[in-house]
């Protein structure tokens, strides 16, 4: 727990000894000892369930499972593809394998990972004007279907670039940012608290990167709920 007090001391607004840890994984960590992250101190996850329109991760029931068995609060979360079709598109693809939500207290709202394009243009060949239209559609069709907003996960460079620092998402969506380092740094537009870390690549939590929730437990499990 030294990495964690040493955080809270440098963040004090993001990170407290209560701070719910958690990771996220994808079709890369097949097998999740989720009894083990339970032990480690975890109390939430990620999984990641699709992809653009074409691809669902194989390993998505299995990892949702388990991490429900071992009393994990979990959601799912999509990788965006804003060059191979519309938000609503792909949020209604999410939705139909395995993005949903529910408010059973251990369900988080699904989220949208949009972030540097693997496979070409940083920005998918997007105006500004256009990326922040696309990230609307898929938040407004998944709010249509839920009730409840997307996380969105993204990184402050990627969404600077890529959408002109757009603000008005924080109204809605709540915030998950990536930033490997000892402090959280400069959040996205509008934004004055990000409600979700991923503050490294690995860790003593398990499998997958790392993630601390702003809050306590209680707090945690409200969000789940929706309350």
């Known amino acids: 727990m030294k990495w964690l007090a040493a955080l809270a001391l440098a963040l004090p607004a993001i990170v407290s000894a209560a701070s719910p840890k958690g990771i996220d994984v994808s079709g890369y960590q097949p097998s999740v000892n ?23 991760n194989p390993s998505f029931s299995s990892q949702y499972t388990g991490a429900t068995n071992a009393g994990l609060i979990r959601g799912g979360y999509h990788f965006a ?3 191979v079709s519309s938000g609503a598109t792909q949020a209604n693809y999410f939705l139909a394998h395995g993005g949903g939500w529910s408010a059973d207290g251990i369900t988080l709202p699904g989220a949208l990972d949009i972030e540097y394009n693997p496979y070409g243009a940083t920005c998918y060949g997007l105006s500004h004007s256009a990326m922040v239209a696309w990230v609307k559609d898929f938040s407004n069709t998944y709010h249509s279907k839920t009730g409840r907003y997307p996380v969105i996960y993204t990184t402050t460079d990627w969404w600077t670039q890529c959408t002109g620092n757009a603000s008005g998402f924080q ?21 004055s608290y990000a409600t979700f870390w991923q503050y490294a690549d690995s860790g003593s939590t398990g499998p997958g990167d790392q993630d ?16």
């Open 81 to 83: 593809r804003p060059d």
């Open 212 to 227: 601390i929730f702003n809050g306590d437990s209680a707090g945690l499990k409200r969000m789940a709920k929706g309350s």
């Open 34 to 56: 989720w009894n083990t992250v339970k032990a480690n101190g975890g109390e939430f996850a990620f999984i990641k369930a699709t992809e653009g329109t074409g691809y669902t």
């Open 171 to 191: 109204n809605d969506n709540p915030l998950w940012i990536a930033r490997y380092s000892s402090s959280i740094g400069t959040l996205p537009a509008g934004y």
